[in-house]
């Protein structure tokens, strides 16, 4: 028989059939405060496909910690081929300050592949290409919108190979966007080095929000069966045929003024037609804010005070679809009316 490969992360080794947590040091605080980052690994006793699943790049984007707490207590990964590894919280600095950003304001997810001598964020990217990404074949990275804005459940990858249009749709998300890497993003590091990565995204920053909870959950596990990590009939396959967007845009402020909005997170709209008001204060001013293009709302701005040109709706474009296509994938269709 020949051995196992050894399997370790920071050099803890993991043996088949071994569950672990390993704490991947990063730094200390000058309040002597210790920057760790918790890493869950499960083992399968076979071999098979490594898989990573990270959450809080940005700390405070947080429907994701849930979603991997939720897998990892799964007994559907009690007998798992190959081998998961879990990180539900990376920016831990901005996890425990309710923050996007590391102490020097800098994007974790803008910092990849970071360098070892780089800044905390470069460093932090660096470490985690080094103990997990390059050990990896595929990765799920949560998202979700940014502090007052949220976004429907949507998968993000690139798909121009079959090997990730296939992972994409196995999630089975209601939408996926084809979009082009971001610089300096771990989906782009994970990506020049083959790793099979998807990005979800739904939810708002700073919530836990149940249906973008299971989503994300039910998707994963999904996902998981469809390269072989679960077994096919353990896991509830609900099927939406996800639609596919090449491109979405925003909708931007008109004037300066409070929002009225007329069309909710999963609306199909229509070009021309009136998606909310701008409004003054007094009452003197009502502008009407109409799509150019045909989309589905896939971000919303939940603060309705706005300033001129501040992002109010993203839209995905989508080809034409009947309203029966629509509603059996979910989305709302036609809008509800403003009053
Ligand atoms: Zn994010």
Excluded at 283 to 301: A, L, Q, R
Aim: charged residues 25%; hydrophobic residues 40%.
């Amino acid at each position: 028989m020949p051995r196992k490969k050894q399997f370790a992360i920071n050099g803890t080794k993991i043996a088949p059939g071994e569950r672990k947590t390993v704490m991947l040091p990063v730094a200390e605080l000058y309040d002597f405060t210790a920057l760790e980052i918790p890493v869950h690994v499960i083992r399968g006793k076979k071999d098979g496909p490594v898989m990573f699943l990270s959450a809080a790049l940005h700390g405070d984007e947080i429907n994701g910690v849930e979603i991997i707490r939720e897998i990892i207590k799964s007994p559907l990964v009690d007998d798992i081929k190959g081998t998961l590894i879990a990180l539900p919280v990376v920016n831990i600095f901005g996890f425990q300050n309710k923050s996007r950003y590391l102490p020097d304001r800098r994007d974790l997810n803008r910092s990849f592949p970071g360098s070892k001598h780089g800044s905390l964020a470069g460093r932090i990217a660096h470490l985690f290409m080094r103990e997990i990404v390059s050990k990896c074949t595929h990765g799920i990275d949560f998202h979700t919108g940014a502090i007052h804005r949220s976004n429907f459940p949507q998968i993000r990858a690139s798909l121009d190979n079959k090997a990730t249009m296939d992972f994409a749709s196995s999630f089975n998300a209601p939408i996926i966007i084809d979009s082009s890497m971001r610089d300096g993003s771990l989906r782009e590091a994970a990506r020049s080095k083959k790793v099979n990565i998807l990005l979800f995204e739904g939810g708002e920053a700073l919530r836990f929000e149940s249906d973008v909870i299971s989503m994300g959950v039910r998707g994963t596990l999904q996902a998981m069966s469809n390269i072989g990590m679960i077994e096919d009939e353990k896991v509830e396959n609900t099927k939406y045929e996800s639609i596919v967007a090449k491109d979405s845009f925003w909708l931007r402020a008109p004037n300066s003024g409070t929002v009225r909005m007329g069309v909710q997170l999963g609306t199909y709209v229509k070009k021309g037609q009136v998606v909310g008001l701008i409004l003054d204060l007094l009452g003197d001013v009502e502008i009407e804010i109409t799509s150019p293009e045909d989309g589905i709302v896939i971000g919303v701005n939940n603060l309705p005070l706005v300033t001129l040109g501040e992002a109010i709706l993203h839209l995905a474009t989508v080809e034409r679809l009947n309203k029966r296509e629509l509603k059996k994938r979910g989305f709302i269709y036609p809008q509800a009316d403003i009053d």
